[in-house]
């Protein structure tokens, strides 16, 4: 029933990436990734093997429990709707998140001292599929494109605020562990993505009678040949019946 509907790559592509997530979590209770090796440690040559692993590696089970259910969705959403771009915006999301959280200077927000930091987890990723979601239906103002967007929102508004940094709202005793340079990296290069590829794939669909110079002889001849034969309906009418003649004449238009 739904082999039509649900694209396969919206199933297998989630489970692939589910099944990388808890394999990594897995060798890293086995000790295969211990201290920061396999994190994104900004600024140091050593932590450029991060780009690539660090979403495939977790802190703990609420960690990558917390990251598998959006990631989950979101990809199911990216390669169901977006299909033509999706393995682009999945694969550059994925590096070009990574390359710029490296970049980023780890400056503890409120003293602006150097803090030495490991960085993992797949928020970052998290980050670059809401955004991208949310602003490709905008960018392409497609109905069906923009209700994923408001889905986005719903279920999902609330990744804003892991932007900033908790020492903003909070008086923490020690520097917070969640990377808010990571969700902030995300969401910069997912809106970026969107943009870039805004004219990429289903956008809103235009009719050619609803362009400005539109003129189509059969449409003249048929609203001659209405008026001749439905003389009352031009009369003083209620609103509703003037909505029931421009309905008619679609439904010509349309045959």
């Known amino acids: 029933m739904f082999k039509n509907i649900i694209s396969k790559r919206a199933v297998i592509t989630p489970l692939l990436m589910l099944s990388a997530m808890?394999?990594?979590?897995?060798?890293q209770t086995l000790g295969f990734f211990q201290s920061c090796?396999?994190?994104?440690?900004?600024?140091?040559?050593?932590?450029?093997?991060?780009?690539?692993?660090?979403?495939?590696?977790h802190g703990n089970m609420d960690h990558i429990i917390s990251n598998s259910i959006p990631i989950a969705v979101l990809l199911s959403l990216l390669y169901q709707f977006y299909p033509l771009v999706a393995n682009k915006v999945f694969i550059i999301g994925?590096?070009?998140?990574?390359l710029l959280l490296w970049l980023l200077p780890p400056i503890d927000i409120l003293t602006g001292d150097y803090m030495y930091t490991c960085t993992i987890g797949?928020?970052?990723?998290?980050?670059?599929?809401?955004?991208?979601?949310?602003?490709?239906?905008?960018?392409?103002?497609?109905?069906?494109?923009?209700?994923?967007?408001?889905l986005v929102v719903l279920y999902y508004g609330s990744l804003i605020w892991g932007m900033f940094p908790e020492e903003l709202f909070?008086?923490?005793?020690?520097?917070?562990?969640i990377s808010w340079q990571a969700h902030?990296?995300?969401?910069?290069?997912?809106?970026?993505?969107?943009?870039?590829?805004?004219?990429?794939?289903?956008?809103?669909?235009k009719f050619i009678w609803e362009f400005p110079n539109y003129?189509?002889?059969k449409d003249d001849k048929l609203w001659q040949e209405y008026k001749a034969n439905h003389p009352d309906d031009f009369l003083e009418l209620p609103y509703k019946k003037r909505e029931d003649i421009w309905d008619r004449l679609d439904e010509l238009r349309r045959k």
């Open 22 to 27: 808890w394999l990594g979590f897995f060798l």
């Open 37 to 57: 090796f396999g994190a994104i440690i900004p600024l140091l040559p050593e932590g450029l093997l991060g780009i690539v692993t660090s979403p495939l590696l």
């Open 94 to 98: 994925w590096l070009a998140t990574g």
């Open 122 to 150: 797949a928020s970052g990723i998290v980050y670059v599929l809401a955004f991208f979601l949310f602003f490709s239906g905008v960018f392409k103002w497609n109905m069906k494109l923009l209700t994923i967007s408001m």
């Open 170 to 177: 909070y008086n923490l005793q020690e520097p917070s562990k």
């Open 184 to 205: 902030l990296s995300g969401a910069v290069v997912g809106s970026i993505i969107a943009f870039a590829f805004k004219n990429v794939g289903e956008r809103k669909k």
């Open 215 to 217: 003129y189509s002889e």
